[in-house]
């Protein structure tokens, strides 16, 4: 069992930065593909940024150029950097994690219970 620990949500005007950050309770390096995803309300659940057991990067395209997604293995956290945040990102935010081989399988076993993302006009 897998518990993740998402902070960092908060409310942030249009052009504006936070970082999220997940605290994992297992060491994942090497054996979990992890992840953010988001949902909004009437949207479809989006895969935002994932980090592969292989160590490959995958964006949406919605927010490539925009975050960036890191991982402290020392200290089994997941990072989600967004800078020149748009409303259209706003959104709940989860961390997600998968016990993986190399390649994210499009499910996620475990996930942590979701940050809030507001961006304004």
């Known amino acids: 069992q897998v518990q993740l620990v998402e902070s960092g949500g908060g409310s942030v005007q249009s052009g504006g930065s936070l970082r999220l950050s997940c605290a994992a309770s297992?060491?994942?390096?090497?054996?979990?593909?992890m992840g953010w995803f988001r949902q909004a309300p009437g949207k479809e659940r989006e895969e935002v940024a994932t980090i592969e057991s292989g160590g490959r990067i995958r964006y949406a395209d919605s927010v490539k150029g925009r975050f960036t997604i890191s991982q402290d293995n020392a200290k089994n956290t997941l990072y989600l950097q967004m800078n020149n945040l748009k409303p259209e990102d706003t959104a709940m935010y989860y961390c997600?994690?998968?016990?993986?081989?190399?390649?994210?399988?499009?499910?996620?076993?475990?996930r942590g219970q979701g940050t809030q993302v507001t961006v304004s006009s």
């Open positions: 997600a994690a998968d016990p993986c081989k190399g390649t994210y399988g499009g499910s996620w076993r475990y």
């Open positions: 297992v060491y994942t390096y090497s054996r979990y593909c």
